[in-house]
């Protein structure tokens, strides 16, 4: 089998973007939880325990955009336009809440602490509304003419992409909970198990409310998901939504390893990706431009890709021996300021 340098990208650009999703989400969740703990030594310890890591998390998110540039240079030509108030939204959350993580340490006084507790929050929840939004402006299709993007300026504000923002939300604060849950003891583990209780089944009815518009976007959705006899071989990815949904409320509400709820949660988001891939292969523009119409030059992929192997295990190196340095339970008594 020839070796297909547009897919390898692409599957490469996907990873960059679970990853992302991964490390960030429950990075973002602990932003948006952030009002249900109000008391000081809560919201130390909550910023605490991923205080080591969460710059490095949005790597991702860079050598996602940037590696869409560079390897499908009209797919970033035409959702770029398309998307611009979500991705400058998201940019300025993202900015806020990371000048929020340093400066809060720094506040002496109450008010100025709050102010910029109130910007990690704002700044995680439009992050995290916004990626959602994005996500769902791709599933429901960009107006294309030629080769650039021929939509307007609000195209991207629908109910489904609402939706899509909404859902993401739930899921990342799903994520924080279940980091807690991993990281903490006593009090604020106990709450952190209630709330992910609560949140685990708003995720779930986010991800069927999403799972049941997506086929009604675009015939080509409805044919891939509903149709006979392709529906046999989609079907497993719901079936396993189920089967996680029902171990993840069991394993919440029964007790049982810390650990577990974070990588049920985990594996939820990955059949759900899966479940984004299924609908868009082979679009990068769904419906109208395909990945082997928006990709670079051969020689130029092929330059970058040299580079990304090299790169992307020294990274994912740095970033799992971060988190092996400080993992464990989180010492109320002991910061990383």
């Known amino acids: 089998m020839a070796f297909d340098l547009t897919t390898a990208w692409a599957l490469l650009l996907a990873l960059s973007v679970f990853i992302y999703v991964v490390l960030d989400g429950f990075d973002l969740g602990l932003g948006i939880l952030?009002?249900?703990?109000?008391?000081?030594?809560?919201?130390?310890?909550?910023?605490?325990?991923?205080?080591?890591v969460w710059d490095g998390n949005e790597t991702w998110l860079v050598l996602g955009g940037g590696g869409l540039f560079a390897a499908f240079p009209l797919a970033?030509?035409?959702?770029?336009?398309?998307?611009?108030?979500?991705?400058i939204a998201m940019l300025l959350g993202l900015v806020f809440r990371g000048?929020?993580?340093?400066?809060?340490?720094?506040?002496?006084?109450?008010?100025?602490?709050?102010a910029w507790d109130w910007a990690f929050i704002g700044g995680s929840t439009v992050a995290a509304l916004c990626q959602g939004m994005i996500l769902g402006t791709l599933l429901q299709g960009i107006t294309v003419e030629g080769r650039a993007y021929a939509g307007g300026w609000w195209d991207w504000l629908t109910p489904f992409t609402l939706l899509c923002g909404v859902s993401v939300v739930l899921?990342?604060?799903?994520?924080?909970?279940?980091?807690?849950?991993?990281?903490?003891?006593?009090?604020?583990?106990?709450?952190?198990?209630?709330?992910?209780?609560?949140?685990?089944?708003?995720?779930?009815?986010?991800?069927?409310?999403?799972s049941a518009a997506t086929p009604f976007l675009e015939t080509a959705y409805f044919d891939r998901w509903l149709t006979w006899p392709g529906v046999l071989e989609v079907a497993i990815v719901p079936v396993l939504v189920a089967v996680l949904a029902a171990w993840l409320a069991r394993t919440l509400v029964g007790g049982g390893a810390d650990w577990l709820p974070f990588v049920l949660t985990l594996g939820l988001f990955a059949l759900c990706f899966a479940g984004l891939g299924v609908s868009m292969w082979p679009w990068v523009v769904p419906p109208t431009v395909t990945l082997q119409q928006a990709a670079a030059p051969h020689s130029s992929q092929m330059f970058m890709f040299v580079g990304a192997v090299v790169l992307i295990p020294i990274i994912l190196a740095y970033t799992a021996y971060s988190y092996w340095v400080f993992r464990g339970k989180m010492d109320p008594d002991e910061g990383y300021h």
Request: with cysteine; aromatic share 12%.
């Open 171 to 210: 899921g990342y604060a799903l994520l924080g909970s279940c980091w807690l849950i991993l990281k903490s003891e006593g009090a604020i583990h106990d709450r952190a198990r209630a709330l992910a209780r609560v949140l685990g089944l708003l995720t779930v009815a986010g991800i069927v409310g999403v």
């Open 76 to 87: 970033y030509a035409i959702i770029l336009p398309a998307t611009y108030p979500l991705v």
């Open 34 to 52: 952030y009002p249900l703990f109000p008391h000081k030594s809560d919201r130390d310890l909550m910023m605490n325990s991923v205080a080591p």
């Open 99 to 114: 000048v929020a993580f340093e400066f809060r340490w720094k506040s002496t006084s109450r008010f100025t602490r709050r």
